[in-house]
């Protein structure tokens, strides 16, 4: 692997990059694609035999098992990279880059949990209109009751694929052709996890859509805060070190 030669970042409009996610996110709060959600999934519901794919082994042992294992993988081998970085070895140069791998790999994965426990949203496969027991509720509505409280927003499977939208941006500024390519490796692998849970009742396609963006939104931050390095940025830091220098002699 070979270190930049320049330490800016290549250009990137945050203003769009966080924008539009914002607007996305309020429109879904202010219009609840209920609607949307609902015909959806009745796409892939049976009314004798329930969601087509609620009993498919290869959307449950592979898709949804083997597919997690391999994206935990992915983050080992992350946590790895930037242990041997901190080695004098040739990942040296690239500890910052993999520090923001490990680092925006956890963020994105680890808010679901909480965020399940927060708003328990139930399941497709848990509502009346489904052939289970409870009562749909919007998300922003108070939860009828239940004995059991949902666990399905948002969408945990569709962020194993989705936090790997973090590629991305640890490929950007050094190889960018690869870094397209692991975005569209990203959004490819939220997309096809997000429909193989829905066709098993597991998910509105707003529960995963709600992941792509907080994913997204993390990624990006993070990618800000650890990473990004404008020519503005970087002239000012060399001023300074030049400043430093040359004051150094009357010192």
């Known amino acids: 692997m070979s270190c930049l030669t320049s330490k ?5 409009n945050f203003y ?7 607007l996305l996110m309020t429109l879904l709060l202010l219009s609840e694609p209920t609607g949307i959600d609902f015909a959806i999934a009745t796409l892939f519901y049976d009314p004798e035999n329930g969601f087509i794919g609620r009993h498919s082994w290869f959307l449950e042992d592979v898709l949804h098992d083997r597919a997690k294992q391999a994206v935990i993988a992915i983050g080992a081998l992350a946590i790895l990279g930037f242990l041997l970085s901190l080695l004098p070895t040739r990942l040296k140069a ?3 880059p993999l520090g923001y791998l490990v680092l925006a790999l956890a963020l994105s994965t680890s808010i679901v949990t909480p965020l399940k426990a927060l708003t328990a949203v139930h399941c497709p496969w848990s509502l009346s209109d489904f052939g289970g027991v409870e009562t ?3 998300l ?3 939860r009828a009751p239940t004995l059991k409280p949902g666990r399905c927003w948002p969408g945990g499977h569709a962020s194993a694929g989705f936090s790997l939208i ?3 941006f640890f490929l950007r500024d050094r190889r960018p052709r690869a870094a397209a390519w692991a975005l569209g490796l990203a959004l490819g692998l939220g997309a096809v996890f997000s429909v193989g849970r829905m066709m098993q009742g ?3 396609l707003s529960h995963n859509v709600w992941t792509l963006l907080f994913d997204w ?3 990006l931050l993070t990618y800000r805060l650890v990473l990004y390095r404008s020519v503005a940025e970087t002239a000012g830091g060399a001023s300074n070190s030049s400043h430093v220098e040359l004051q150094a002699p009357s010192i």
């Open 8 to 12: 800016d970042s290549r250009p990137f």
């Open 16 to 22: 769009l990059g966080l924008g539009i996610p914002l």
């Open 94 to 96: 690239w500890r910052r």
């Open 136 to 138: 749909y509720t919007p």
């Open 140 to 142: 922003l509505s108070e």
């Open 166 to 168: 973090a590629l991305y």
């Open 202 to 204: 597991a998910h509105f």
């Open 217 to 219: 939104m993390i990624c």
